[in-house]
C-alpha cells in the first residue's frame, strides 16, 4: 500500500463518524493527507475492499467538521484506510489548513494542492460521474 500513496500524511486524533452500509460507528482519525485517511475504530468492524462509505470529521476546538465520500482501500478489524473520492470546497480549504498547520512541511501540503492530478477539489484525480450525486459533501454527511 505504500507504493501507492503519493501524499504528506499527518498524525491526528480527531474523532471521526463512518456510515458504512447503513452502519454509523465511531472512530479515531490516526493519520491524514489530501487523498485520504486512517482511522481507528471504537470496536472491530470488517468492510469490503473497494466500498463506499462517508467519513465525518469533527475538528471540536475549531466546531468545524469535514465530510467525505470515501472508497475503503484497507480493512483490518479496528483499522480502516480510505481514499477520499469527494469533497465540497469548504471541507478541501479547511483540509488544506489542517494539514498546512501540522506539518513540518507546510510547502509540500500546497505543492500537494496544486498538483495538477488533484482537481476539482476532489483527491486523488477526478471523479467519474457515477460516483456524484446531487448535494456538496455537507449535505451527504447530514443523511
Not at 465530510?67 to 469527494?86: I, P
Amino acid at each position: 500500500m505504500d507504493k501507492e500513496r503519493r501524499f504528506e500524511r499527518v498524525a491526528c486524533n480527531e474523532k471521526v463518524i463512518l456510515h458504512y452500509n447503513e452502519i454509523i460507528k465511531e472512530a479515531r482519525l490516526r493519520n491524514i493527507s489530501i487523498n485520504g485517511a486512517l482511522a481507528h475504530l471504537d470496536e472491530d468492524m470488517l468492510m469490503q475492499l473497494g466500498d463506499q462509505c462517508l467519513i465525518t470529521i469533527c475538528l471540536n476546538i475549531f466546531d468545524i467538521t469535514l465530510h467525505f465520500r470515501a472508497e475503503v482501500r484497507h480493512s483490518c478489524k479496528d483499522e480502516v484506510g480510505v481514499k477520499f473520492l469527494f469533497m465540497d470546497s469548504d471541507t478541501k480549504n479547511y483540509l488544506n489548513s489542517l494539514l498546512a498547520f501540522r506539518t513540518a512541511n507546510p510547502h509540500l501540503i500546497s505543492e500537494e494542492f496544486d498538483d495538477p492530478s488533484y482537481c476539482n477539489g476532489n483527491s486523488g484525480g477526478c471523479i467519474p460521474n457515477s460516483y456524484k450525486t446531487e448535494g456538496t459533501a455537507t449535505d451527504i454527511g447530514q443523511n
